[in-house]
């Protein structure tokens, strides 16, 4: 008799426990979809929100800067990056007076529709293409890729060539060959971050991991720029997109085809070769160990074994510039979000790139 009613007990504990689960859960649902309106009613009273065909899905395209100008520059942005046009401001800033500057939203990111199709390097750059002529912002481009972005900007230019002025890429991901097989990244935590996501609960993680980046941003743009980076997270598209992310890379290395026009690639991540220079960037052996898996029993061995795997990037990095043809390498030594860790100095280098192209 008394087994049966702690198991009795224990049943209504846990059926309760599941319950409240059940209530929190609608509860951060409710407020992370009210956090969504609240960001894209701002985009809307700000200007930023302007959702265009890209025949599949809508998505945005938000435009400043002179709209006659010498130049219209294309920004693509990194992986999970749907606030660009809030973050990137500053290091764009001096690009604004004399060209016309589209931000180009991709699905999935930001107030974007989702997509439930493969975002394969030909789709995503179809899509662009179709949402610039839909929003009649007319060719040629001068692509602007940070990260991930420079995947499809580099497939893009080589596939059509006629629409691209030049190409400034920042510190974008290299086309090369990998074994997807033996090279398999493991990519659960990117469909549980989408879960998570979903039910409002990656908030603190973002503002843990987008800390420093988002401190940057006036206090009325942190929680937009948060809630937009959480709703991008939360996206198929994305998911999707980090799964053939290594597929991608392989299908632009093995279509790549060398040309003239002019492209610089702007190499952050890779641009350290002693350990002070690390150091002066604020790059610790502790986090080394934590966010880049470097190894090592002591900090001296962490930074060693680190800069030895930069010195093998590189080597990828140069076999990539090489085969786009006509593409000068400059270093700049920083975090790989550099609109935010040095905006001026990002934006002083890609403004001179420009002007040596002459209007």
Request: proline share 2%; with cysteine; net charge negative.
């Amino acid at each position: 008799m008394k087994a049966k009613k702690a198991l009795k007990v224990t049943g209504i504990i846990i059926l309760v426990i599941l319950v409240l689960v059940i209530v929190v859960l609608i509860i951060t649902s409710v407020m992370f979809r009210l956090r969504v309106n609240r960001a894209t009613n701002y985009l809307k009273n700000n200007g930023y929100y302007n959702l265009v065909s890209a025949d599949d899905y809508d998505v945005n395209v938000f435009t400043c800067g002179n709209e006659n100008g010498k130049h219209t520059i294309v920004a693509l942005a990194g992986y999970l990056d749907g606030e660009m046009y809030i973050g990137w401001r500053k290091m764009t800033a001096p690009l604004e007076e004399d060209n016309r500057l589209v931000f180009l939203d991709r699905a999935g990111y930001g107030v974007s529709d989702d997509y439930k199709g493969e975002m394969t390097v030909e789709h995503v750059v179809a899509h662009y293409r179709t949402a610039l002529q839909n929003a009649g912002i007319q060719k040629p481009y001068v692509l602007m890729p940070h990260s991930m972005g420079g995947v499809y900007a580099t497939y893009w230019q080589s596939q059509y060539p006629d629409e691209i002025e030049a190409v400034m890429i920042i510190d974008g991901s290299e086309a090369q060959h990998f074994d997807l097989e033996k090279d398999a990244l493991d990519l659960d935590i990117v469909k549980w971050m989408r879960r998570a996501g979903n039910f409002g609960l990656l908030t603190s993680m973002i503002n843990s991991e987008y800390g420093k980046e988002l401190e940057m941003l006036s206090d009325e743009e942190k929680p937009i720029s948060s809630t937009l980076l959480e709703k991008t997270i939360s996206s198929r598209a994305s998911v999707d997109e980090m799964l053939r992310f290594q597929k991608n890379l392989n299908d632009v290395w093995d279509t790549l085809k060398s040309n003239d026009i002019p492209k610089m690639y702007l190499s952050i991540s890779y641009a350290f070769y002693t350990k002070e220079q690390l150091v002066d960037e604020g790059f610790t052996a502790e986090n080394l160990r934590k966010e880049y898996q470097a190894e090592g029993d002591s900090d001296e061995e962490v930074y060693a074994n680190y800069l030895e795997t930069l010195s093998e990037k590189r080597k990828i990095l140069d076999a990539y510039i090489e085969k786009m043809g006509n593409c000068q390498k400059i270093e700049l030594q920083g975090q790989h979000e550099i609109m935010f860790d040095k905006p001026d100095e990002c934006g002083k280098i890609l403004k001179d790139f420009l002007e040596k192209l002459g209007s």
